[in-house]
């Protein structure tokens, strides 16, 4: 399963990660976001200890949604030594998660 984001501990499970990060910005009423949900986590478990994979709810966790200008979900960004390095947004095949991820760990 993926970690659960809030405001309260991004900058730890984010922005001091030594791994690549993977972060999915979602609502529990954004239909997409249910699509993209169950993507996320079979990504979680298929790069377990190599990528931090995480929700961010942008209802409940609005500072990071404006920190980063997350106006439209699902938006996943993806972050190494602590930049954004790569941005998805709308729902999109598992392929293409994975891909950005793999291009990361290269």
Do not use: H
């Not at 970690?3 to 030594?18: L, R």
């Not at 993209?36 to 990528?51: A, C, K, M, N, Q």
């Not at 996943?76 to 790569?86: A, M, S, T, Y």
């Amino acid at each position: 399963m993926a970690i659960v984001i809030t405001d309260a501990n991004f900058e730890e499970v984010v922005m001091k990660s030594d791994k690549p990060v993977l972060v999915d910005f979602w609502a529990e009423w954004c239909g997409p976001c249910r699509m993209v949900g169950p993507i996320v986590d079979e990504l979680s478990t298929e790069y377990d200890g190599r990528v931090v994979i995480g929700k961010v709810d942008v209802d409940s966790n609005p500072n990071i949604s404006m920190n980063f200008g997350i106006r439209n979900i699902p938006t996943i960004l993806f972050f190494k030594n602590g930049q954004v390095v790569d941005k998805q947004v709308g729902a999109v095949p598992k392929g293409v998660l994975a891909g950005k991820l793999n291009a990361q760990l290269s």
